[in-house]
C-alpha cells in the first residue's frame, strides 16, 4: 500500500518524465512560435473559463449511479482518496501543474500537433485523444471519459491556437477536482455522508 508522500514522489516523477518527452517531442516534431504560447490576460480568464465544462461532468460523473461511472467513483474512493487525504495542498498543486503542462506538452502538442500534417486535423485530434484514455487506463469507463475530456482540450487548443491555454485548464481541474476529493474524503464524526452513497469513510 502506498502512502501519501510515495504517491508524490512518484506521481512527480512520471509527470515529470512526461514533461520532458513532450518538451522534446514539440521541439523535434512541431516547432510552436512565441505566438502559440502567448500568456496574456485573456489567454489566463479563457484557460479558467474552459475548465468550467470539465468540472461539471467531474460532478455529474462522481455523484452518478450509472454502473461504469460508479465504477470510476469506486476506483477513486478506494485506492485515491486515502492518498490524497496524506499530501499537503502545496504537493496538490504542484502534481497538477507537471500535469497540466506534461500531459499537455504530449498529447496536444506533440501528439495532435505532430500527426496533424500526416494524417489531417480531425484524425489527429480522435488518435490523441484516443491514446489519451488509454494513458488513464483505470477503468473502461474512466478510459472513455479521459478521452472525451482530450478531445475537448484538442478543441481548445485549436480554438485558441495557444498550448498554455489547455494547459491551464487541465490543472486548474485536476487541482478543484483533487480539492474536492481531499475535503469529502476527510472524516467528518458523527457523519456518514448523503444518500448512503458515500462509503469512503467506512470500514470493509
Known sequence: MHSGRSFFLMGSLAEAIVAVLGLALCVWLVPLSLEGWRCGWRDLLLGLAVTLPMLAIFLVTYNSRWRPLAEIRGFLEEHLEPLLREMSVAQVGWLCLLAGAGEELLFRGALQGGLSPL?????????????????????????CLAAGIGAYLGLVWWWSGNLLVPMLAHAVYDFVAILYLRGRSKPSPG??????????????
Request: hydrophobic share 45%.
Open 119 to 143: 494524417v489531417g486535423a480531425w484524425p489527429a485530434l480522435v488518435l490523441a485523444s484516443l491514446v489519451f484514455g488509454l494513458f488513464h487506463a483505470v477503468t473502461w469507463g474512466y478510459i
Open 191 to 204: 457523519v456518514s455522508g448523503s444518500g448512503g452513497s458515500d462509503r469512503s469513510d467506512g470500514s470493509d
